[in-house]
């Protein structure tokens, strides 16, 4: 399965980063914070990384925030912007996050509370699938996703990631 990052992120206890750097940082985190300039600008982007791929016959799915107001403000109008752009079928409504979880970047347990906390529609089984996330740090969230949507009978083709988290070696 192919993964793609198509920035790299840098976390803000890195303080010396250009000022490119902390443009990228800035519409990443405003993305995850719902604002709508971000979700355009990431929607043009991955658009933009996708526009050689056939998508038509494709479900795009993002992967699950904390909880379904967060995964809505996030996801909905991102995920409608980026289907239509790019021509593939807009999975929004397939995921249901029931309750909350501790966000991914605060729990030590994450996987095991995102499977449980998800609920995938049957409409996405024998369906190829785009996952579509935020950050990558550990691949810890979106493989867990992923092999959910793999058990509910997806055929996940893919996963596109806004930023990969840039890891510096301590001393």
């Avoid at 249901?96 to 095991?112: L, Q």
Wanted: glycine content about 8%; hydrophobic content about 40%; charged content about 20%.
């Amino acid at each position: 399965m192919l993964q793609y990052a198509l920035y790299t992120y840098v976390p803000q206890r890195f303080r010396r980063i250009s000022f490119e750097q902390q443009e990228t940082n800035r519409h990443i985190l405003d993305f995850k914070n719902g604002r709508t300039y971000a979700k355009r600008w990431a929607a043009i982007a991955i658009a933009g990384a996708l526009a050689a791929a056939q998508l038509k016959d494709v479900v795009v799915v993002c992967v699950p925030a904390s909880s379904q107001r967060s995964y809505t403000r996030r996801y909905r109008k991102f995920s409608q912007m980026l289907c239509d752009t790019c021509g593939a079928a807009d999975g929004f409504d397939c995921i249901k996050v029931i309750g909350t979880r501790d966000k991914a970047h605060c729990g030590a347990h994450r996987d095991a509370s995102l499977v449980q906390n998800v609920v995938i529609s049957s409409n996405l089984r024998g369906r190829k699938v785009l996952v579509i996330d935020d950050i990558y740090t550990t691949g810890s969230t979106s493989r867990a996703f992923i092999s959910k949507l793999t058990g509910a009978g997806a055929d996940v083709c893919g996963a596109v990631f806004l930023g990969k988290t840039r890891q510096y070696r301590t001393a």
